[in-house]
């Protein structure tokens, strides 16, 4: 049987591609750093608040600081995913954040508490997160590489969906330091024996190709570079869309996850059924993760995100009209999808639009870009309500800047789609 040029044969059909076993790895991982951090946070906030004395506002400077360190260290983390051991980096990031979440329940002030869960959270979100899992992707998957962004960014979504009812519960039982010995816990039995005994960093480690196929994909005239200066990137339009893009959305949507529970017991609604929004908004993220992803190697990425935006766009509204919890519940489904659609499709267009041998660098440049984004987006709920007693400025504040980014997704490029 000869082989299309254009789609390689597989090594072995019979056999299950090595590539798939790595999808399923990182999304145990991410499930476990994303729920203990960006899912998790908001549960935290209004206990550790109480006790030592502080605004949501100053709390919530710890979810700031963890992006602000992830962001200082992702170009460094994303050239070093290129070059080095992948599986060796996340695991000396899976046992940072185990030790630095010990620590959180043995600080006695607010400081090295913030310091602890910063360096912990940072480690999680850039490591053992998105950045890592992403690249590794790219690298084992280059013909059907949306779809398998789109299953790995489950993880992220699976995380949401199972920490904040166990976090809320542990929390309920020994109280916030006790479930951050929990979570230490969770890190060390089930992130760090996934990474040292699935992750393999590239399929020539172990003699394969990208796909399962029996030869690499050939690489198109014109092929992309496998190094990136920032200045070149700068000044590269399609980075500048896609980070201002994508970093709008993912502000928003972290801004809304990291406050979802004071935002929901603003309205009168109690902790429990705050975690429940976090757990349905995940559940549809699962959906709309697989959904986007297997769509995202037939159809124009910037329609799916245009969808994406409106979805998002949707769940503002109903925030907005202070509905009770059914309503909100609904609209926490459409957050959901345009949460699962914005990850696999970032991988998607850097694969597209850069290539995957500089896939980590360009990522990971990428994150510090849309810094003033993300920053902007965690901070701007808690100022409003500190500021004007309500969220209300701030949810209409998204929804201009989320017009905004759709508009600015006009000017994005899209190269014609290569096997790199």
């Not at 690249?135 to 489950?154: C, Q």
């Not at 429990?272 to 159809?299: E, H, N, P, Y």
């Not at 597209?352 to 709920?381: R, Y």
Request: charged share 10%.
């Amino acid at each position: 049987m000869v082989a299309d040029s254009k789609q390689p044969a597989l090594a072995n059909p019979a056999r299950v591609f090595h590539g798939w076993r790595i999808v399923a790895s990182v999304v145990v991982i991410q499930a476990i750093s994303a729920g203990l951090t960006t899912y998790s946070f908001g549960l935290f906030q209004l206990p550790i608040a109480q006790e030592f004395g502080v605004s949501r506002s100053a709390v919530s400077l710890g979810m700031t600081g963890a992006m602000l360190l992830g962001s200082a260290i992702g170009p460094w983390l994303g050239r070093a995913l290129d070059r080095r051991s992948i599986r060796g980096l996340m695991l000396a990031a899976g046992a940072l954040m185990a030790g630095c979440y010990f620590a959180m329940a043995l600080v006695p002030s607010i400081e090295l508490l913030g310091l602890c869960f910063v360096v912990g959270a940072a480690a999680g979100q850039t490591a053992l997160g998105p950045l890592a899992a992403s690249k590794l992707v790219a690298t084992w998957f280059s013909r059907m590489r949306g779809r398998a962004l789109g299953v790995s960014a489950v993880g992220t979504s699976a995380g949401g969906l199972l920490a904040p009812p166990l976090v809320a519960a542990a929390i309920t039982a020994w109280g916030w330091r006790g479930a951050a010995v929990a979570s230490a816990t969770v890190v060390v039995l089930i992130v760090l024996p996934t990474v040292a005994l699935a992750i393999c960093s590239r399929p020539s480690d172990l003699g394969l190709h990208p796909d399962g196929a029996s030869e690499p994909p050939p690489r198109p005239s014109g092929a992309h570079p496998s190094s990136w200066s920032f200045r070149q990137l700068v000044r590269n339009r399609n980075f500048c869309v896609v980070t201002v893009v994508i970093g709008t959305i993912f502000g928003i949507i972290t801004g809304l996850i990291t406050n979802l529970p004071p935002l929901a017991a603003e309205m009168g609604l109690e902790p429990q059924r705050a975690a429940l929004l976090l757990s349905i908004l995940s559940f549809s993220g699962v959906a709309g993760k697989l959904c986007f992803g297997a769509i995202a190697d037939r159809l124009d990425k910037r329609l799916l995100i245009w969808i994406g935006m409106a979805m998002l766009a949707g769940f503002l509204l109903i925030a907005l009209s202070r509905p009770g919890f059914g309503v909100l519940a609904g609209g926490g489904i459409a957050l959901g999808f345009a949460l699962g659609g914005a990850l696999p499709l970032w991988g998607a267009l850097i694969g597209d639009c850069f290539g995957s041998e500089a896939f980590g660098e360009v990522m990971g440049w990428m994150t510090p870009a849309m810094l003033p984004l993300t920053v902007s987006g965690v901070q701007l709920l808690p100022w409003c309500y500190d500021t004007f007693g309500s969220y209300e400025r701030g949810l209409q504040g998204f929804l201009a800047a989320l017009a905004l980014a759709a508009s600015l997704l006009l000017l994005l490029r899209l190269p014609e789609r290569a096997s790199d």
